[in-house]
């Protein structure tokens, strides 16, 4: 089996942690380690609060897992929220000097590793805060058996513009972090094969704008929106190098309706946003569907509805996608699976659009555009297939009997484009149904004959889509108890998850869909009817995939299984929902202990001014309306009882926080706090 | 040039304009035909864009290539094909409603820009396809079919905004001065900039009120004014404000600064539309390279 480690990094914003993660996912990568890292931020419920998670193995990885084996603390909360999770072998980081870590939240077997950080820099003189960082980083290199020098060659390389002094620092505190933790502990074991190959370190963004530079892309619009805006800003840094336009423009309105007026004239024209943008952009895909012009538009999608939680993952905005704009068009959707799948999905969606002359719809999300994995160069090809469909350069004699006809009535529905510029073949293309040459048919004559021929000839594209787009297959063991039916960002983790079930007895394989848009709905129907037990898994409140899988081939699964807290599905968590179903046990929607605490921290921001922390949690079911959690609060000063928090578990309610009496914490609950 | 022979019958669209019988309309088609012949413009070198009303049906009625879009999205459109291709001329064109209510924030934003693009509004201070409802440019006071006791809202001044947005070229024309507006336009479309051209284009059917008398005894022209200076932001932004009893039209201002198709980098290889597409293996290891 191959070894593998999940370091989580904990802290604030401004704790420094994206560079420390940076510096680790890129050491690990030159030695020839596969990773994928997901950071949550501003994380759960309680702001300010990031948790990095980086898995690191010998072998390719599609999820960020569900083990942390290494936890670097930066601050005193991190300690508290996570140390309960380290895995036994495991060890917990953080700088002595200035955070404590409680015993009784380090599991068996696990190490603790203080590090006094002044005392070890003291020799490099006065530093900033965040070179606690760069030593734990050093002290985690010992620990994992992490190549020290390739890491310091990272930061020599990092900080190569801010000159020798800031470099040999830097370099020093790792070396000083790493020689205290080789003194004082031992490694935690690990058996690593480096292959040194190297790989890019990549996100899902950065690929599918690699991927739409490749395919041609030569016109970017956007307004900034978390979380698509790193397309915008990739590709404005590369913008001239690339040779690509990139316009910020007032709004989502202006973004979309400059794509398709440059795509109108002629050129492969792309913009992205989330889901509130590209509810504004909705009225312009209609466009071009009915004008017959080539856009690609990128929903990253976000937690939703409305403004809903813009630095968190969801698949909320199929049923958008699906009902953008009003009336029948012709349109793809696609929904890429990971980060590789992000370029091959912006190459394909060009392709598709100036074939068939119509908008593509690329579904990412949070996860898969932020998330960092690495990939093979050599799968990532320069030289992709470009098809720009047909044109039209010149009148032809077949054209003079009217003229050049933009929207000809023919066989495939496509009608060969001509770029407006040249001579002989001036038409009109307009939003309001139109004849062949693009003449209305709307308003002074509307015409039902030529509308439905019109009609039927801009629908019939998408059968000519379809008949392109690769069929849905099952993967993993063919005779299955279960089958895990996902959609776009989920195919690795569900992949895992099923690995997991298999492996626990319950035979589960996976049936996946990138193209959601024209449907392969006869062979999914095919695949469904043979599968024993169907489960739908996806990142929603409502199971949109579900109910279109239901509408596209009339088929019910037996189950949905949703997340909708914000946070991506770890497999785990996949395979205990799926055995909980499995086994015929109801989904338990009651505030868990972990909740719970979270809960209690955005109290504690909210009313006590961040000036306690949540220490036991126990249920008791006494004297309200339904089974709470009473969480202890303990002053972070010095530990003394500082309150009585009292959160329904049902509801999750915060019914009460009573204040302590001053010399019996928690048996004397008397006064009531405001709640 | 070839198109020295070209007469304005040749100008005509697929379809004969379907305005009502004396819609101001009528007039600005006119000149925008006459400034095209008058500049020598191949019509293939020319894209009309339009958003949604009466009078943005113009493209449909003049042989030049068009897009005919959504309403209020003309000058987005119109912005796009510009800086895909900027060797075509483009125009985009429209009503009051669509320039300057549902399309209000891209007017303003185009202006900022400075894209090399003209922009004609027939503003005749009504909704007319919707059949009469007050637009951002109803006078106050005036009843109309969602204003029955009189429009309470100040309307917009398009030329002010013009100014303080940055627009480089600031006209406005009225249909029934159409020589006159056929001038502005012509120069309009020679303006290396953004030139807007707002015109007095009555509706004869759904604005009882402002109609061509009503326009023709308010109308002034800057050219006849003694000393009035088009260079001038401030001159131009105290004409801009007035309106009763007396309307200026004509040139109200002109300036010259570098289009957004001079300041971009990517432009200086020519025409977008004419780049060769695709990546080079040595930029994209070199992109990879960047990320290890």
Known sequence: ?675 | MATATLTLKDLEGAVHPDWCPGCGDFGVLKSLKEAILELGIAPHEVLVVSGIGCSSNLPGFIRAYGVHSLHGRAVPVASGAALANHALHVVAVGGDGDGFGIGMGHFIHAMRRNLNLTYIVMDNEIYGLTTGQASPTTSEGHKTKSTPRGNVEKPVQPLTLALAAGATYVARGFSGEQKHLTRLVSAAIAHKGFSLVDVFSPCVTFNKLNTYPWFKERVYKLEDEPGYDSTDLLSALGRSLEFEPRIPIGLLYRTERPTYEDTEPVLRRGPLVDHPLGLDRATLDEILAETM
């Open chain 1, 1 to 675: 089996m191959a070894t593998e480690i999940t370091v989580g990094i904990a802290g604030a914003a401004g704790d420094g942690l994206d560079r420390t993660g940076d510096t680790l996912a890129r050491t690990a990568a030159r030695l020839g380690l596969h990773l994928f890292t997901y950071n949550s931020y501003q994380s759960l419920i309680r702001g300010g609060h990031t948790w990095l998670r980086l898995r690191l193995s010998e072998e390719e990885v599609d999820n960020h897992g569900d083990p942390v084996h290494v936890l670097m603390a930066l601050n005193q909360d991190s300690i508290e929220r996570h140390a309960r999770e380290v895995e036994p072998g495991g060890a917990i980081l953080f700088n002595s000097a200035r955070f404590t870590c409680d015993p009784s939240l380090v599991p068996d077997g696990v190490t603790l590793v203080p590090l006094p950080v002044p005392e070890l820099t003291n020799p490099l003189g006065k530093l900033p805060p965040v070179m606690q960082n760069t030593a734990a980083l050093g002290a985690l290199l010992h620990l994992t058996g992490f190549d020290l020098e390739v890491a310091a060659d990272i930061l020599t390389e990092t900080f190569k513009k801010k000159g020798d002094e800031v470099i040999q620092q830097n370099v020093g505190v790792l070396r000083a972090g790493h020689e205290y933790a080789a003194r004082r502990f031992p490694s935690l074991g690990y058996r690593w094969t480096f292959s040194r190959k190297r790989r890019p370190v990549v996100t899902g963004n950065l690929m599918t704008a690699l991927g739409a530079v490749a395919a041609g892309c030569r016109f970017y619009s956007a307004y900034p929106m978390s979380p698509a805006s790193f397309i915008l800003h990739w590709l404005a840094a590369h913008s001239e190098r690339l040779g690509v336009l990139v316009k910020q423009a007032e709004d989502e309105l202006a973004v979309v309706n400059l794509a398709i007026g440059a795509g109108h004239a002629g050129v492969r024209a792309m913009c992205a946003t989330s889901g509130g943008g590209f509810a504004l952009m909705s009225e312009a895909i209609g466009m071009a569907g009915m004008i017959e012009t080539p856009v690609v538009v990128v929903n990253v999608q976000r937690g939703g509805p409305s403004t809903g939680l813009p630095t968190k993952s969801e698949q909320g905005d199929l049923n958008q996608a699906i009902g953008a704009s009003q009336g029948d068009y012709p349109r793809v959707i696609i929904a890429p699976r990971n980060a590789i799948d992000c370029f091959h999905s912006a190459v394909e969606a060009f392709n598709l659009a100036e074939t068939f002359q119509l908008p593509v719809i690329i579904l990412s999300d949070l996860l898969l555009g932020e998330h960092r994995s690495t990939v093979d160069p050599e799968a990532v090809p320069h030289d992709v297939r470009i098809e720009r469909g047909e044109w039209v350069t010149a009148l032809e004699e077949s054209m003079r009997n009217g003229g050049y006809k933009r929207y000809a009535l023919t066989p495939s529905g496509v009608s060969p484009r001509a770029r407006p510029g040249l001579p002989g073949l001036i038409h009109v293309s307009g939003t309001d149904d139109h004849d062949e040459q693009g003449v209305l048919i709307s308003d002074e004559h509307t015409n039902a004959a030529i509308r439905r021929k019109m009609h039927e000839k801009r629908m019939r594209k998408v059968d000519g889509v379809l008949a392109r787009l690769r069929a849905p297959a099952l993967e993993g063991p063919a005779a299955a108890e279960v089958t895990l039916i996902g959609w776009g960002s989920t195919g690795g983790v569900i992949a895992e998850a099923a690995r997991q079930l298999t492996r626990d007895g319950l035979a589960t394989n996976q049936l996946h869909f990138k193209y959601l848009h024209p449907f392969h709905a006869t062979e999914a129907l095919r695949i469904l009817k043979g599968c024993k037990r169907p489960i739908v898994v996806e990142n929603n409140f409502s199971g949109q995939f579900a109910r279109h899988l239901r509408a596209e081939t009339g088929f019910g699964v037996d189950h949905v299984l949703t997340r909708y807290d914000g946070e991506p599905f770890e497999p785990a968590y996949i395979a205990r929902r799926v055995k909980a179903f499995a086994g015929g046990r109801p989904l338990d929607l009651r505030v868990e202990e972990s909740e719970a605490r979270e809960t209690a921290y955005h109290y504690i921001r909210v009313h006590m001014d961040d000036k306690t922390r949540p220490r036991r949690l126990t249920p008791d079911g006494r004297g309200y309306a339904e089974p709470v959690w009473e969480v202890e609060l303990v002053s972070r000063e010095n530990g003394s009882p500082a309150g009585l928090l009292i959160i329904g578990m049902d509801t999750g309610s915060i019914y009460e926080c009573r204040e302590p009496v001053a010399s019996a914490a928690g048996a004397g609950r008397t006064a009531e706090r405001s709640g």
